[in-house]
């Protein structure tokens, strides 16, 4: 198969189909926080980038974390110039490479093992759905602060911080609603020379992955950040 750059719009449900086909990870680690980014948040975070702020056709992508690699051959199926994923997890990035030569990106997207702080160079945007420092506290700061250094636009999926039972209702009838930034990452991110364009909600469905998961599934809400360097931001 070639390697088709997307020069027209791509139809959600296409972009949908297309992720679906990626394999997630067969034995997340718990530490490393591997959980997979669901097929319709991923989706989502990719048409907006995309189609909404224009930060994926033609642009040189990276995906900081690429885990199996959806989010990196989104960027690749939407028609990015070049695909950088990194993850410091060798088996993580093998699969990737696999999932891209099947699905015919055998030499669109360049695959990593290492730690994101070996990151160095210039992109334009960074998507990243980075370990929420669950099991590692800080672990979602090292990435942003990495996405911050190398590009001019960052796209971070990050864990909502408000309690907010009318946002979680509205939520089940929409796939995203605008939020506000957490006062902690929005500090966090101006002082490393960014500013935040946007914040939206999506609705998050967690499968049972790890032991300590007690529900079949778990319904959370996370928040996608849309964030600019603050020199070039329009
Ligand atoms: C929440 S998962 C997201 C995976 C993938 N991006 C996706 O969307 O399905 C976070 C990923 O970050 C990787 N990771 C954690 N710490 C890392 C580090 N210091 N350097 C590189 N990758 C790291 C994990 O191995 C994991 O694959």
């Known amino acids: 198969m070639g390697e088709p750059a997307q020069k027209r719009l791509v139809r959600k449900l296409d972009l949908e189909r297309f992720l679906a086909q990626i394999r997630p990870h067969p034995s997340p680690n718990v530490r490393l926080e591997q959980y997979t980014t669901p097929t319709s948040v991923a989706a989502t975070m990719l048409y907006l980038a995309a189609y909404t702020y224009g930060a994926i056709i033609n642009k040189r992508v990276l995906d900081l974390g690429c885990g199996t690699g959806r989010l990196a051959l989104g960027c690749a199926f939407l028609g990015a110039k070049s695909v950088v994923g990194i993850d410091i997890d060798k088996l993580a990035v093998k699969l990737a490479a696999e999932n891209s030569d099947r699905l015919g990106f055998k030499t669109k997207v360049d695959w990593i093992t290492g730690d994101i702080n070996a990151v160095a160079g210039k992109f334009d945007t960074v998507l990243q759905n980075p370990p929420f420092g669950v099991q590692k506290r800080g672990a979602d700061r090292i990435f942003l602060e990495k996405a911050l250094q190398v590009a001019d636009a960052v796209y971070s999926l990050h864990n909502h911080s408000f309690t907010d039972e009318t946002l979680a209702g509205r939520l089940k009838h929409a796939n995203l609603l605008q939020a506000e930034a957490s006062?902690?990452?929005?500090?966090?991110?101006?002082?490393?020379?960014?500013?935040?364009?946007?914040?939206?909600?999506?609705?998050?469905?967690?499968?049972?992955?790890?032991?300590?998961?007690?529900?079949a599934r778990r319904e959370v809400i996370i928040d996608l950040y849309v964030i600019r360097k603050a020199n070039k931001a329009s």
């Open 183 to 215: 006062p902690f990452i929005a500090r966090f991110v101006e002082k490393h020379g960014g500013i935040i364009k946007a914040v939206y909600a999506l609705p998050l469905n967690i499968p049972h992955m790890f032991d300590f998961h007690t529900k």
